[in-house]
C-alpha cells in the first residue's frame, strides 16, 4: 500500500495543500504547531473514516470554509486509486472513490490502510476500555467492510436504546420498540463479537512476537479478548454458525437484564462494554506497567496491527509516526527505527537529523501549513 500523493482544502490550517511521497521513508519536519499532526490526522480520515482524535468536523474544517477536503491518491495491488472525504460542518461527510460516491462507510474499507502511533497511545495501555474498544474497531473495520458497516449500524441502535431507556420514565410507550432495538443489538454485536474475537487472537500472536523482541525476550506479553460473559470466544471459521452462536449467548443476557435495564436506565449487556486486557509477564499491564513498559507495550500493539494488516492483505499498510522518537529510550527508538523498512512510513519531527533515510526516502518540511522544503 503506497500513499503517493495528497492534496488537502481547508483542513485544519492547511487553506491549499499538495504534497508527493515516497514509497518508503517519509520524514515530516517542522516546528511545533506548523501542521505536522495535521496532515498525518488527514491521512487517518481518509483511512479509518475518522481523525484519529476523534475531532468532531467543525473543529477540523478551516475557518470560513463550508467543508473541508482530503484528496489522495493510492496504489494498491498494482493499481491506483483516488480517495477523497468531505467533511461538512452539519458532520455530514461525503467518501468518494475515483470519482464515485461510496454509500456506506464499509464500501471505502481497504482502499488506504494505515497504523498510525503517537504518544497518546499510551492510553491503550493504561486507559479506559473505550480506547481499545476503539483501536481494535479501526483495524477490523479496515479489514471487513461487513464490520465498518456493522459498526455504524450498532452505535446507531445503541444511541436510539439508550435514548429510550433514558426517556422512558416520562414517556413509557417509547418501550414498545424497545425488544426491537434488542433485537438488533444482539444481531450486529454478534457480528461485532465474532470478528472481533477472530482478529485479537491473530493480533495477540502478533503482539507478542512484537513484544518480546522489544523487550529483548525479557517479557510475555498476553492479550485476552473480554466480552459479554457466557460468550465463547474460541471461534473458527464458520462465521454465519459462530455468529448465530454469540447472537443466542447474547440474546440469554439480555433476556437476564431486560427488567433491570428498564428499571435503572442504563444499558448493561451488549459489545459496547468489550473490552482487552492486556498482561504482562502475567500481571495487568493497566495497573501494574511502568511507564517504559506501557510504552514497549503500546509500540508492539501497533507493529502487531501492522503485521496483521499486511498478513491479511498481502501489503504493509501505511505507518504513520507521530512525535514518539522523542518519547522513546535509546533501545527502544532504535527498534522502532529498525522496524521501519518494508513499506511506507511517514514520520513526524522536530530534529530530522534523528531519523536515517535510506535512498528514496523523503524530507518533506512543513512551515504554517505549507510545503516550503522538499528533498
Ligand atoms: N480548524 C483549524 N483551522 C485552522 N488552524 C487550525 C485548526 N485546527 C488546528 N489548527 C492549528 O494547527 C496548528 C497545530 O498543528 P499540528 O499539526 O498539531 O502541529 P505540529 O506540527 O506541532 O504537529 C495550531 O497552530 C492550530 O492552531
Ligand atoms: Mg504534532
Redesign the pocket.
Known sequence: MVLNGIELF?????AEFRAEFSPGVNVIC????????????AICILAFGHSHRY?RE??????DAEF?EIRARVTSNGRENTLETRLFRSAKRTVTRNGVKLATAGEAAGTLTAVMFDPSDLDLVRGAPENRRRELDAIIAQLRPRYADALTEFRRLYAGKLKILRDAAEKPTLLDAIDEYNHGLIETGARLIFYRASFVKKLAERAREQHRDCSGGAEDLEIIYLTERGVDTEVSDDAPAEIRKIAAALAARQREHREHEIASGKCLTGAQRDDLELKINGTSARTFASQGQARTCALALKLAERDLIAEDTGEAPVLLL??VLSELDESRRAFVLGRISGGQVLI?T?EPGEIPIADGGRILE?H??RLVGCT
Do not use: V
Open positions: 481547508a483542513h485544519r490550517n492547511y517542522g516546528k511545533n504547531a506548523q501542521g505536522k499532526t495535521n496532515l498525518l490526522e475531532a467543525r473543529d477540523i474544517i478551516g475557518a473541508s507521530d512525535d513526524t522536530c512543513i504554517a501549513g
